[in-house]
């Protein structure tokens, strides 16, 4: 081969390496990061002014997983140059000790060179190589977990914009990564925490009243999990579309939802959630009473059964539902039920709770549950629930909550009777401007502001 030709095949094999850089969306400097040599060096070999040694074009293999065709590539171009050598050299270059291959792979008996129908020893081993390295993508997995696990601790402490505005980057981030080859498990987590991020974003548009968006997303999320086989993600999904199916008044959904979650999550942290969160509630809204008694009692009994902790649960953990949390779904399906003691007394500490964590949608939730538990009363308390209420809007005046609002209206039906009373026409009001600021309808109020 001609010293001209030994360049060309090197500047092709610097040219390819550039495609493959591109094609995994790495700059020269990621590469150089990846493969620990200089940006500069990434450089040349890709413009063919610097040629070197094979050690690099296998790392370069490994981070791009290309399963050895660098090396490949590298390992022909050497054997022409070497051809091209004096007879001399050639023969110096031999270890004399050393029998050299008759037959076998090599050859056959009749001395016809049959190498050009295997891979070459170092292609696999490459191959292995790459199958085995993910150090850099269990980094980036890492960094995603972490950032999922602080939002869902966010989730109803910061708007729901915010929150929006950080996840969405992660989602797409994630997608890249989704197009590129992974280690079967780091593939799994991969799958999880896609199904955890689209589950997130889907309560962030329940928040934001984006209904279509909202169903959407959950039924992604489950796919996901599926995708995944994790049982336990499995459960978390439904657990999330059994929420967004309340919230949307789809009450049938809501239940079918936490049942089929309940199959996936056998004994796993999401059955206190699905069953109090998901299965109670749903009941109530279709007048099971003893279907809400039951789940309601045994979500207190698997309660029981939990090591305490001192931690309140967001409403979107990847863990155990918390006392207080439970507490507060109870009350909300006795509300609907018309159950007001039943309501006070589950609220009497979880509202505390709530107030000490700083999680503002259930701060407000459980207020306006009190407050609507107080008009129900046999000697209702108008101004006292009217009180609680206007606290609960205070609490969440920087927040968007599809839940607030329509726990809001509900409250507001309950009140009709005491329409005069200034605080709560000034309720009215406040829901009315929240409505007109979120750029929707605005509910139909039971009376006229």
């Given at each position: 081969m001609a010293d001209d030709e030994i360049t060309t095949a090197r500047r092709a094999l610097g040219r390819h390496l550039a495609q493959l850089r591109k094609g995994a969306n790495l700059t020269q400097q990621g590469l150089a990061r990846l493969v620990q040599y200089g940006r500069s060096s990434v450089a040349n070999t890709e413009t063919g002014r610097q040629h070197p040694e094979r050690e690099f074009w296998a790392r370069c293999?490994?981070?791009?997983?290309?399963?050895?065709?660098?090396?490949q590539e590298y390992d022909r171009t050497a054997k022409r140059a070497q051809r091209k050598q004096p007879q001399s050299t050639a023969v110096l270059s031999k270890t004399p000790d050393r029998p050299q291959p008759t037959g076998g792979t090599g050859s056959t008996e009749g001395g016809e060179d049959v190498s050009a129908l295997w891979e070459t020893e170092e292609c696999i081993n490459a191959r292995r190589l790459a199958l085995k390295s993910g150090t850099d993508d269990d980094a980036r997995l890492s960094y995603l977990e972490g950032e999922v696990h602080r939002a869902i601790a966010d989730n109803e402490r910061l708007p729901s914009?915010?929150?929006?505005?950080?996840?969405r980057p992660l989602r797409a981030y994630v997608d890249q990564l989704m197009n590129r080859r992974q280690h079967p498990r780091q593939r799994a987590r991969l799958y999880t925490l896609a199904a955890h991020l689209s589950?997130?974003?889907?309560?962030?548009?329940?928040?934001?009243?984006?209904?279509?968006?909202?169903?959407?997303?959950?039924?992604?999320?489950?796919?996901?999990?599926?995708?995944?086989?994790?049982?336990?993600?499995?459960?978390?999904?439904?657990?999330?579309?059994?929420?967004?199916a309340y919230y949307t008044g789809d009450h049938h959904d809501a239940l079918a939802y936490a049942q089929d979650g309940l199959r996936h999550s056998g004994s796993g942290p999401h059955t206190i959630r699905l069953t109090i969160n998901g299965k109670a509630r749903a009941l109530a809204h279709l007048g099971d009473r003893y279907g809400v008694d039951e789940a309601v009692n045994h979500s207190f009994i698997m309660l029981a059964e939990q090591p305490h902790g001192t931690t309140v649960s967001t409403s979107l953990a990847l863990g155990p539902y918390c006392h207080p949390r439970t507490a507060a779904n109870a009350a909300t399906a006795y509300l609907v039920l018309n159950c007001g003691k039943n309501v006070t007394a589950h609220l009497s500490g979880a509202i505390d709770a709530f107030d000490a964590a700083e999680l503002r949608g259930p701060q407000a939730l459980s207020r306006l549950d009190l407050a609507t538990a107080y008009l129900h009363h046999a000697d209702p308390d108008p101004e006292q629930a009217a009180e609680l209420a206007l606290n609960a809007l205070?609490?969440?005046?920087?927040h968007r909550y599809e839940s607030v609002n329509q726990r809001t209206h509900q409250f507001l039906t309950s009140a009709k009777p005491f329409a005069a009373i200034p605080q709560i026409r000034h309720i009215a009001e406040q829901l009315a401007t929240r409505a007109h600021r979120s750029r929707r309808a605005p509910p139909a109020l039971p009376f006229a502001t």
């Open positions: 293999d490994t981070a791009l997983h290309t399963g050895g065709v660098l090396a914009a915010v929150l929006l505005a950080r996840m589950g997130l974003l889907g309560a962030v548009a329940l928040d934001l009243g984006a209904f279509r968006v909202a169903h959407a997303y959950a039924a992604e999320a489950f796919d996901l999990a599926d995708t995944a086989q994790q049982h336990d993600v499995r459960a978390w999904a439904r657990a999330t579309q059994s929420l967004i205070a609490l969440t005046a920087d």
